[in-house]
């Protein structure tokens, strides 16, 4: 049936993809889903409609307007969980010796080349891997850098971060429908392996943080660092690596703050990064320093905690000390940048009262707790996060 003059149903369309990616458009098609085929050297696949959808499969659909925004939704997640799937298999790591062939690589993985085959081909489409003949495949230079295990900017490891915010968001229907978070962070009722698994895939950001800290803002003339919440000690860590006379103090709760210890430990500082068991909402830690970092940690919080956290770590802060804030910040309309707005659906599941808090929150309570010279700089920092920096008064 010709469609030329006539109204189209569901049923009609198709989504039609080019290898290299930049056009997702709708097209008719008149075959059920099947292999795809060539077209002027563009492969298109139909995706046709389940039978259980009867209701929508036979509406008449208005003139103009396709659900083209809603399926680049539906789809678009599955470029995630192939990157995701890659780092979990540490796939990027091998491959840092050139191009190998999907056989050659499964050997090298254990792995049964038939079921990695499709994995490879949706890195390619994800901008991960470049396929450089039939069948052999090589890491992007963005997977190089990042993604192979052992060097200096991995991130591979945050695998276990990923999953563990992604989860969290696809529970945020249910979270706001309960009124209370459903994957709550609650590190009371984990177990040892468990809590050692969530750190570590904070680790490799922590330590690209403290690098980064540490050198683009010249930690070299500080002596005292206070790390507040510092995990797994990996801001501590990478800053005092880049600056010899450093010393930093980590401040967590009981439960979190032997794993810090673990970590300083294993990268042989002992002797200059300490390791404080309290809770800074309840209390000022004690000592005096020149230099707070805050990563990742009034945004777990409520309003009044953050506010009295801030209030603590004030109190120890000497004259014209810096303070940092490493963490995700909403402009004040709360629509951007994308990485806060988006976090905040993770974060509805996570945690009883914690958020991504507007710019204009941040200046407010810093002003009360005597900091000034308050400057934000949006996306900043590892992981798309922002950098708050204020000076004590």
């Not at 890659?86 to 792995?111: E, H, I």
């Not at 994308?338 to 002003?367: C, I, K, P, V």
Request: proline fraction near 4%; charge should be neutral.
């Amino acid at each position: 049936m010709s469609a030329l003059g006539q109204k189209r149903t569901l049923a009609d369309y198709s989504i039609t993809s080019s290898p290299g990616r930049k056009k997702r458009e709708w097209q008719g098609v008149g075959a059920a889903i099947g292999p795809s085929t060539r077209l002027g050297g563009a492969a298109v696949w139909t995706f046709r409609l389940l039978h259980h959808c009867l209701q929508i499969y036979n509406r008449i659909m208005p003139p103009g307007i396709m659900p083209a925004t809603i399926l680049r939704h539906a789809y678009g997640i599955y470029r995630s969980a192939a990157m995701l799937a890659g780092m979990q298999l540490d796939l990027f790591t091998p491959l840092k010796n050139g191009p190998m062939s999907v056989a050659t690589l499964a050997n090298a993985l254990s792995l049964r080349a038939d079921k990695l085959r499709p994995l490879l081909y949706a890195l390619v489409d994800a901008e991960l891997l470049t396929l450089v003949e039939d069948d052999h495949f090589v890491n992007t230079p963005e997977a190089e850098v990042y993604l192979v295990r052992g060097r200096d900017m991995y991130l591979g490891s945050a695998h276990e971060l990923y999953s563990d915010l992604w989860a969290a968001a696809l529970a945020a229907g249910q979270s706001i429908r309960a009124g209370r978070p459903k994957a709550k962070h609650d590190f009371t009722a984990m177990s040892d392996e468990e809590l050692g698994a969530f750190f570590r895939g904070l680790h490799a950001g922590a330590l690209a943080t403290g690098r980064q800290l540490a050198t683009t803002y010249d930690f070299g003339p500080l002596r005292n660092l206070l790390d507040v919440g510092g995990g797994s000690g990996g801001v501590s860590i990478a800053a005092c690596q880049n600056c010899r006379d450093l010393r930093a103090t980590i401040i967590e709760l009981p439960r979190v703050a032997p794993i810090a210890q673990d970590m300083v430990r294993e990268a042989q500082l002992a002797d200059r990064v300490n390791v404080l068991a309290t809770d800074i909402v309840e209390r000022p830690p004690e000592g005096r320093f020149d230099v707070a970092v805050l990563r990742n940690l009034i945004q777990v919080l409520g309003v009044d905690a953050a506010r009295q956290a801030l209030r603590n770590v004030g109190k120890v802060i000497d004259h014209g000390g810096w303070l940092f804030i490493v963490g995700h910040v909403l402009k004040d309309d709360r629509l951007v940048p994308a990485e806060a707005l988006y976090l905040n659906l993770a974060f509805l599941s996570l945690y009883d009262e914690g958020q991504s808090y507007t710019e204009r929150e941040h200046r407010m309570w810093l002003a009360e707790a005597g900091f000034t010279d308050i400057d934000v700089r949006y996306s900043a920092a590892p992981g798309g996060a922002s950098i708050v920096t204020a000076r004590r008064g």
